[in-house]
């Protein structure tokens, strides 16, 4: 116990403090006295020194004097102990790591590595760095340095935490980045056969912590109202889980994008990748939408949707719609209130008919009865619209040019992103990851296995419920929204 203390209160002092005197330990070597002498063995070296006479094993006198179980660094070295070149050693910090540079005298001829483990991690630098004996290490890490003839040698540990590190080479000037991070515990808590609430490390490269309930069965279904706002956790009582859903005006509520309900269309598409399903079997893709207006005479045509356009084309989204040269029927009670020359701002509460200045798809006056029908082909029971998405069938997909954002803004801030995932094997995610970028976002959970992903709406209205208990950070008050999407048990 006595040697370990003071290993660890000399790794903290000044390399010029007793000119570079060490404990034996820290080269892996033993110490003991031995007919007058102090012997020092180790590593296929025995080293020998007869106090008041001087070094007997080797016998030269230039090299430095040890002191009982101190040994002079310069001396080893001088001896040719160390098998490895010499590195300088930089600290610092960057986001979440503790990190240590080595400036090298020759490029780093190995491969990056990474690792995770639980509360220890054992690391060699193939380098002599003994600049690391006073590394500012962070609260909470005990760590043990060992100057070796292979390199340099730390034992960490850090009791009730996760140990994560990578090792990386940079080129000009030649370094080596080792970065360290002492992460909260892993969680996993049982909600229903089949159902589980984790909060899990995914790493791309950096650790992001992501609150997730995962199901192998269940029934999800999309919940909520048209221009009705509530928390999650209001619009499906008895819910294991609620994820927030999809995108809304927030000055009406109206929903943006596909929602589906028991297959009645809710809210139509907006052009961009939507979440569909039957069962426990999901899908994920640009919508497949028919839309049809009924005339006054039942009159039938099929219209183009929103982004979606057409020759005709009908508008649910609150904001201008229609373009020069064209002329918007505004529906609302499936009666026409006017026809206006576009572009118009569409009121809340009210659909819109687009179509060339003068040529109707049919004739038409303000008061006529006009009726808009969609539906999904093939046809799903349930479908909620998100996006951009994140992930396709194990690949990175986050391009959200190929959908309909027309403000990158948002997608490019960091900040809480939720998301709907599964695995290949079947594992279904609903989960809230805390502030990031939907890219890096997208990278983390193919590191985790993800399969396909899609992210919902995000920023201030990410949040995940878990029986009744928001279990996603969230600062301020919780932001109520549209829709969601509720996990019941099996």
Known sequence: MRRLLLLSFLAFLPLGLGQNLLPAGVFGLTFREEGGAWVYEGAGVRLAYVPGVGWAEPADPSLPPPSGELLPLQALKALGYFQVPEAGTRFGSQGRAFRVVLDLPTPYPGPPQEAQGQ??????????APEVLQAPWPQGLRAGVRLLPQGTELRLEAPGRLLRHRLFPLQDPPRLVLDLYLLAPEVEEALAPGVHYKEVWAFAPDPLRLYLVE???GRLLPVGKPGVRDLPKNLAPGALAVLNGGYFDPKTGTPIGLWVQDGVTVAYPFGRV??????????????????????????????GVNASRARFTAHTVPGPVGREGEEVALVRGDRVEAILPAPQDLPPGAWALSFPQGSPPFPLRPGDPLSLY?????????????????????????????????????????????????????????LVSEPTTPGVLARALLSLGAWNALR??????????????LRS??????RPVVSALALYAP
Do not use: C, H, I
């Not at 093939?378 to 998405?389: D, I, K, N, V």
């Not at 950070?473 to 919780?478: D, E, L, M, V």
């Open 274 to 303: 939507a979440l569909m399903w039957e069962g426990f079997r999901f899908f994920l893709d640009f919508p497949r939408f028919e839309a049809v207006v009924r005339g006054p005479q039942g009159e039938r045509v099929r219209v």
């Open 374 to 430: 969609g539906r999904l082909d093939p046809p799903f029971a349930y479908a909620l619209e998100g996006g951009p998405l994140l992930v396709r069938e194990g690949q990175y997909a986050f391009d959200p040019m190929r959908e309909n954002f027309k403000d990158l803004r948002p997608l490019q801030a960091v900040a809480p992103q939720a998301a709907v995932a599964w695995t290949r094997e079947g594992r279904l995610w609903l």
């Open 215 to 217: 199901a192998t069965e």
């Open 119 to 128: 509360e220890r991690l054992t690391l060699l630098l193939p380098y002599l």
């Open 473 to 478: 950070p969230y600062q301020g008050s919780p």
């Open 456 to 469: 919902m709406d995000g920023g201030g209205s990410a949040q995940l419920w878990v029986q009744g208990r």
